[in-house]
């Protein structure tokens, strides 16, 4: 168990809605990560935040925003679903901003777009 | 931005062999490179790391090598055990930023 919590485990939807994947990072630390795995993209980075702010941004569709909450929880908000965004999204945190700090993954929420 | 290639995609090994996964990627910038296993079904993990200050880098059966004038880096797993069996990712990125380009995985599986 890495500390970092993310829910829901499972999420079924239907194309064209709206859904919010919530992420929990360890206690302590201020960086939050998500990444998006797929079987034809891998594993792709979407979006930092550290304490609060934005800090890069990747591959991220304009479809798709995020935040980070002043108790560090972050949420990825997903909205006019289309059956590509169905893949396991992975939230990570680290203590710090920036690659000197290991990044510990949450479980992943698994999203199926029917 | 930075592009990160894994070989091989698949390799099968017998117990108590070698394996061997390269990596290479495209940005001279980058300047950390971790690597993570994922079991089937779970989260990566962090196995081993390498700066661009470092060469080579060891942790028991673990190894990961970096040639920075080629752009190419590797992990070195010797005495493979059939729980080794997951599949590996390589990643770059910036020490100054924690955004961490993946390679595609390799799926190691280890034969009792």
């Known amino acids: 168990d890495s500390g970092v919590t993310q829910t829901p485990k499972h999420l079924i939807t239907a194309t064209g809605q709206r859904v919010t994947l919530r992420c929990s990072p360890r206690?302590?630390?201020?960086?939050v990560y998500w990444y998006q795995q797929s079987l034809d993209q891998g594993l792709q980075f979407l979006i930092h935040?550290?304490?609060?702010?934005?800090?890069a941004k990747g591959n991220i569709l304009e479809r798709f925003s995020a935040q980070q909450f002043p108790d560090l929880h972050s949420e990825l908000n997903l909205s006019s679903l289309e059956l590509g965004d169905s893949a396991l999204y992975f939230c990570a945190s680290s203590v710090g901003s920036g690659g000197a700090y290991e990044q510990f993954f949450g479980p992943g929420t698994r999203l199926t777009v029917l | 931005g930075e592009n990160v290639e894994q070989h091989p995609s698949t390799l099968s090994v017998q117990e108590g062999d070698s394996a061997v996964i390269k990596c290479t990627y495209s940005?001279?910038?980058?300047?950390?490179f971790p690597w993570y296993k994922q079991e089937l079904g779970k989260r990566p993990q962090l196995i081993i790391d390498?700066?661009?200050?470092?060469g080579e880098k060891k942790d028991q059966r673990i190894a990961v090598t970096l040639n920075k004038t080629a752009k190419h880096f590797s992990l070195h797993i010797t005495e493979t055990q059939p729980e080794d069996s997951a599949v590996y990712f390589c990643?770059?990125?910036?020490?100054?930023?924690?955004?961490?380009?993946f390679g595609q995985g390799t799926i190691l599986t280890v034969h009792p």
């Open positions: 940005d001279s910038a980058s300047n950390y």
């Open positions: 206690s302590g630390d201020l960086s």
């Open positions: 990643a770059a990125s910036l020490l100054r930023y924690g955004k961490l380009t």
């Open positions: 935040y550290y304490n609060g702010e934005e800090r």
């Open positions: 390498i700066r661009s200050n470092v």
